[in-house]
């Protein structure tokens, strides 16, 4: 972890892929996968970052700082790109090209992603995300 804390992205990566390779419990591997997410939401790599997260939440769904990170991206990608740009974060080719083509409702069908994101990560720890909660509540999607 000092090498993620130092900024040496590289090395923590590579310290990250070797503990995954020792570990066998499957909530340690949890944060391990959780870091290397970190370590791509630090480089802008989006997509891998959320590859990570949902591998983190598969062994462990009691993350709700990985939920967190995926709201956040899936919003930040959102305003970032609007309805008329490229969203880098697809789930399938056909939801990409829609995004190039300008259709708002794929662009909104991400803030609702971010949405559920948010909520679950509200549902495991309800003190906090008090900024998504106002925007979930803001947007009409707090139920």
């Known amino acids: 972890m000092s090498a993620q804390s130092e900024g040496n992205y590289a090395e923590a990566l590579q310290n990250y892929y070797e503990a995954m390779r020792l ?16 370590i791509h939401t630090s480089n802008g790599e989006h997509t891998k970052a959320l590859e990570y997260y949902f591998r983190a939440l598969e ?8 939920f967190n990170n995926m709201a956040v991206i899936c919003h930040y990608e959102t305003l970032k790109y609007g309805s008329k ?29 971010a949405a559920e994101y948010w909520k679950q990560a509200i549902a495991l720890t309800p003190g906090n995300y008090i900024e998504a909660q106002n925007w979930l509540k803001i947007t009409g999607r707090f139920e």
């Open 23 to 38: 570990e066998i419990d499957p909530y340690d591997r949890s944060y391990i996968l959780y870091n290397i997410g970190l």
């Open 59 to 66: 062994r462990n769904p009691f993350l709700p700082q990985a």
């Open 85 to 113: 740009g490229r969203i880098l974060l697809t789930y399938s080719d056909r939801g990409e090209q829609a995004i190039r083509q300008g259709d708002s409702e794929i662009s909104e069908s991400w803030f609702d992603q």
